[in-house]
Protein backbone atom coordinates (compact mmCIF):
# COMPACT_ATOMS: atom_id res chain seq x y z
CA UNK A 1 0.00 0.00 0.00
CA UNK A 2 1.12 3.80 -0.54
CA UNK A 3 2.67 5.35 2.20
CA UNK A 4 4.34 8.66 2.32
CA UNK A 5 6.60 9.67 5.70
CA UNK A 6 7.42 12.97 6.45
CA UNK A 7 10.37 13.92 8.76
CA UNK A 8 12.15 16.92 9.40
CA UNK A 9 9.99 19.92 10.77
CA UNK A 10 10.41 21.21 14.17
CA UNK A 11 11.13 24.92 15.60
CA UNK A 12 12.78 27.66 14.12
CA UNK A 13 13.43 30.94 14.08
CA UNK A 14 12.20 33.86 11.55
CA UNK A 15 14.97 34.04 8.73
CA UNK A 16 16.13 30.15 9.58
CA UNK A 17 16.18 27.44 7.15
CA UNK A 18 14.73 24.00 7.04
CA UNK A 19 14.88 20.56 5.07
CA UNK A 20 11.89 18.49 5.11
CA UNK A 21 11.57 14.80 3.57
CA UNK A 22 8.99 12.27 2.46
CA UNK A 23 9.70 8.76 2.38
CA UNK A 24 7.79 7.08 -0.09
CA UNK A 25 7.02 3.75 -0.79
CA UNK A 26 4.52 1.45 -2.05
CA UNK A 27 4.55 2.67 -5.43
CA UNK A 28 6.47 3.23 -8.55
CA UNK A 29 7.90 6.45 -7.21
CA UNK A 30 9.62 7.55 -10.40
CA UNK A 31 6.58 7.53 -12.21
CA UNK A 32 4.53 10.50 -10.17
CA UNK A 33 4.62 13.98 -9.53
CA UNK A 34 4.89 15.08 -5.95
CA UNK A 35 3.30 17.56 -4.06
CA UNK A 36 3.90 19.50 -1.09
CA UNK A 37 0.59 21.02 0.89
CA UNK A 38 0.37 22.60 4.11
CA UNK A 39 -1.95 23.76 6.75
CA UNK A 40 -1.66 26.35 9.60
CA UNK A 41 -2.92 25.60 12.85
CA UNK A 42 -7.27 25.76 12.84
CA UNK A 43 -6.84 26.64 9.10
CA UNK A 44 -7.58 25.33 5.55
CA UNK A 45 -5.12 23.62 2.87
CA UNK A 46 -2.66 25.58 1.11
CA UNK A 47 -0.91 23.98 -1.78
CA UNK A 48 2.84 24.56 -2.04
CA UNK A 49 4.66 23.24 -4.22
CA UNK A 50 4.57 20.48 -7.07
CA UNK A 51 7.66 18.58 -8.74
CA UNK A 52 7.43 16.07 -11.85
CA UNK A 53 7.95 12.60 -11.74
CA UNK A 54 11.38 12.88 -13.00
CA UNK A 55 12.28 16.42 -11.75
CA UNK A 56 12.03 18.65 -15.21
CA UNK A 57 9.33 20.88 -13.78
CA UNK A 58 8.69 22.74 -10.61
CA UNK A 59 5.70 24.83 -9.81
CA UNK A 60 5.46 26.79 -6.46
CA UNK A 61 2.79 29.00 -4.74
CA UNK A 62 3.31 32.35 -4.71
CA UNK A 63 3.55 32.53 -1.07
CA UNK A 64 6.94 30.58 -1.00
CA UNK A 65 8.16 31.31 -4.31
CA UNK A 66 11.76 32.33 -4.51
CA UNK A 67 12.11 30.85 -1.08
CA UNK A 68 11.34 27.44 -0.59
CA UNK A 69 12.89 24.94 -3.42
CA UNK A 70 11.41 21.32 -3.96
CA UNK A 71 13.07 18.57 -5.01
CA UNK A 72 13.58 14.60 -5.42
CA UNK A 73 15.44 11.94 -5.38
CA UNK A 74 14.07 8.82 -7.02
CA UNK A 75 17.21 7.00 -6.27
CA UNK A 76 16.24 6.56 -2.79
CA UNK A 77 12.09 7.40 -3.10
CA UNK A 78 12.46 10.54 -1.52
CA UNK A 79 10.76 13.99 -1.87
CA UNK A 80 12.12 17.05 0.10
CA UNK A 81 11.29 20.34 0.48
CA UNK A 82 13.80 23.08 1.22
CA UNK A 83 12.49 26.19 3.40
CA UNK A 84 14.64 29.29 3.88
CA UNK A 85 14.42 32.69 5.15
CA UNK A 86 11.22 31.23 7.32
CA UNK A 87 8.23 33.48 8.48
CA UNK A 88 5.93 33.01 11.31
CA UNK A 89 3.33 32.46 9.16
CA UNK A 90 4.81 29.63 7.23
CA UNK A 91 3.86 27.80 10.56
CA UNK A 92 1.44 24.90 9.56
CA UNK A 93 1.52 20.90 8.87
CA UNK A 94 3.82 19.91 6.23
CA UNK A 95 1.87 17.28 4.28
CA UNK A 96 3.64 15.19 1.60
CA UNK A 97 1.37 14.16 -1.18
CA UNK A 98 1.40 11.83 -4.44
CA UNK A 99 -0.55 13.16 -7.65
CA UNK A 100 -2.99 11.27 -9.17
CA UNK A 101 -2.05 9.89 -12.42
CA UNK A 102 1.43 8.76 -13.78
CA UNK A 103 3.91 11.63 -15.74
CA UNK A 104 1.11 14.25 -15.49
CA UNK A 105 1.97 18.00 -14.83
CA UNK A 106 0.14 18.02 -11.39
CA UNK A 107 -3.23 19.61 -12.45
CA UNK A 108 -5.37 16.55 -12.06
CA UNK A 109 -5.25 15.99 -8.22
CA UNK A 110 -3.95 14.10 -5.05
CA UNK A 111 -4.91 10.83 -3.90
CA UNK A 112 -2.67 9.67 -1.14
CA UNK A 113 -1.18 12.18 1.72
CA UNK A 114 1.01 11.51 4.42
CA UNK A 115 0.18 12.58 8.39
CA UNK A 116 2.41 15.67 7.91
CA UNK A 117 5.24 17.27 9.77
CA UNK A 118 5.03 20.42 12.07
CA UNK A 119 7.08 23.44 11.27
CA UNK A 120 6.73 26.05 14.04
CA UNK A 121 8.51 29.57 13.27
CA UNK A 122 8.90 31.46 16.48
CA UNK A 123 11.60 33.02 18.41
CA UNK B 1 -3.69 32.21 -6.11
CA UNK B 2 -7.09 32.94 -4.79
CA UNK B 3 -9.22 30.33 -2.75
CA UNK B 4 -12.10 28.57 -4.26
CA UNK B 5 -15.06 29.61 -2.61
CA UNK B 6 -17.31 27.02 0.07
CA UNK B 7 -19.58 27.65 2.98
CA UNK B 8 -17.65 27.70 6.01
CA UNK B 9 -20.50 25.23 7.61
CA UNK B 10 -23.30 22.97 6.42
CA UNK B 11 -25.36 20.46 8.42
CA UNK B 12 -27.87 17.68 8.25
CA UNK B 13 -29.38 14.52 10.31
CA UNK B 14 -28.20 11.18 9.98
CA UNK B 15 -30.20 10.07 6.36
CA UNK B 16 -30.76 12.94 4.86
CA UNK B 17 -28.97 14.65 2.01
CA UNK B 18 -26.68 17.68 1.88
CA UNK B 19 -24.50 19.11 -0.74
CA UNK B 20 -21.01 21.55 -0.53
CA UNK B 21 -20.47 23.84 -2.79
CA UNK B 22 -17.27 25.34 -4.84
CA UNK B 23 -17.20 28.27 -6.47
CA UNK B 24 -14.67 29.17 -8.70
CA UNK B 25 -13.70 30.85 -11.84
CA UNK B 26 -13.13 30.21 -15.51
CA UNK B 27 -9.69 29.62 -15.14
CA UNK B 28 -10.48 26.98 -12.30
CA UNK B 29 -13.38 25.05 -11.63
CA UNK B 30 -15.52 26.26 -14.66
CA UNK B 31 -12.46 25.69 -17.15
CA UNK B 32 -11.28 22.23 -16.55
CA UNK B 33 -12.90 18.81 -15.01
CA UNK B 34 -9.91 18.62 -12.50
CA UNK B 35 -11.98 19.55 -9.37
CA UNK B 36 -11.53 17.16 -6.50
CA UNK B 37 -12.95 16.86 -3.04
CA UNK B 38 -11.47 15.73 0.21
CA UNK B 39 -12.74 14.49 3.01
CA UNK B 40 -10.34 15.56 6.16
CA UNK B 41 -11.28 14.37 10.19
CA UNK B 42 -9.26 15.98 13.38
CA UNK B 43 -5.90 15.31 13.34
CA UNK B 44 -5.68 13.21 10.41
CA UNK B 45 -4.49 13.36 6.55
CA UNK B 46 -7.22 14.44 4.05
CA UNK B 47 -8.64 11.57 2.20
CA UNK B 48 -9.94 11.34 -1.61
CA UNK B 49 -13.28 11.10 -2.14
CA UNK B 50 -13.89 12.98 -6.05
CA UNK B 51 -11.52 13.47 -8.58
CA UNK B 52 -12.05 14.82 -12.33
CA UNK B 53 -15.51 16.21 -10.78
CA UNK B 54 -17.14 13.46 -10.39
CA UNK B 55 -15.23 9.97 -9.81
CA UNK B 56 -15.10 8.07 -7.02
CA UNK B 57 -11.77 6.34 -6.08
CA UNK B 58 -12.03 2.80 -5.21
CA UNK B 59 -13.68 2.11 -1.47
CA UNK B 60 -14.93 5.37 -1.37
CA UNK B 61 -19.15 4.78 -0.44
CA UNK B 62 -21.46 5.54 -3.40
CA UNK B 63 -23.46 7.84 -1.40
CA UNK B 64 -20.38 10.92 -2.22
CA UNK B 65 -20.94 11.87 -5.56
CA UNK B 66 -19.68 15.05 -7.67
CA UNK B 67 -20.95 17.74 -10.15
CA UNK B 68 -20.32 20.59 -12.01
CA UNK B 69 -21.78 23.75 -13.53
CA UNK B 70 -20.40 26.54 -14.87
CA UNK B 71 -17.80 28.06 -12.25
CA UNK B 72 -19.34 25.89 -9.62
CA UNK B 73 -18.83 22.05 -8.47
CA UNK B 74 -20.77 20.53 -5.94
CA UNK B 75 -20.28 18.07 -3.28
CA UNK B 76 -23.32 15.39 -2.49
CA UNK B 77 -23.54 13.19 0.35
CA UNK B 78 -26.71 10.96 0.55
CA UNK B 79 -28.18 9.11 3.75
CA UNK B 80 -25.99 11.31 5.96
CA UNK B 81 -24.00 8.97 8.84
CA UNK B 82 -21.73 10.08 11.77
CA UNK B 83 -18.95 9.20 10.14
CA UNK B 84 -19.55 11.76 7.76
CA UNK B 85 -18.64 14.32 10.00
CA UNK B 86 -15.42 16.04 9.14
CA UNK B 87 -14.05 19.17 7.20
CA UNK B 88 -14.38 19.26 3.11
CA UNK B 89 -12.27 20.40 1.19
CA UNK B 90 -12.34 21.21 -2.83
CA UNK B 91 -9.28 21.50 -4.99
CA UNK B 92 -8.82 22.37 -8.36
CA UNK B 93 -6.43 23.34 -11.46
CA UNK B 94 -5.52 26.90 -12.05
CA UNK B 95 -4.56 28.15 -15.47
CA UNK B 96 -3.59 31.73 -13.71
CA UNK B 97 -1.00 30.74 -12.26
CA UNK B 98 -0.82 26.63 -13.30
CA UNK B 99 -0.96 25.52 -10.51
CA UNK B 100 -3.74 24.14 -8.00
CA UNK B 101 -6.31 25.69 -5.50
CA UNK B 102 -8.08 24.57 -2.22
CA UNK B 103 -11.13 26.01 -1.53
CA UNK B 104 -11.20 27.62 2.28
CA UNK B 105 -12.82 24.15 3.94
CA UNK B 106 -16.69 23.47 4.60
CA UNK B 107 -17.03 21.89 8.09
CA UNK B 108 -20.38 19.04 7.77
CA UNK B 109 -22.08 18.48 11.19
CA UNK B 110 -24.12 15.56 11.50
CA UNK B 111 -26.79 16.61 14.57
Known amino acids: QVQLVESGGGVVQPGGSLRLSCAAS????????MHWVRQAPGKGLEWVAFIRYDGSNKYYADSVKGRFTISRDNSKNTLYLQMNSLRAEDTAVYYC????????????????WGQGTLVTVSS | QSALTQPASVSGSPGQSITISCTGT?????????VSWYQQHPGKAPKLMIYDVSNRPSGVSNRFSGSKSGNTASLTISGLQAEDEADYYC???????????FGGGTKLTVL
Open chain 2, 91 to 101: SSYTSSSASVV
Open chain 1, 97 to 112: AKDLREYSYGYDGIDY
Open chain 2, 26 to 34: SSDVGGYNY
Open chain 1, 26 to 33: GFTFSSYG
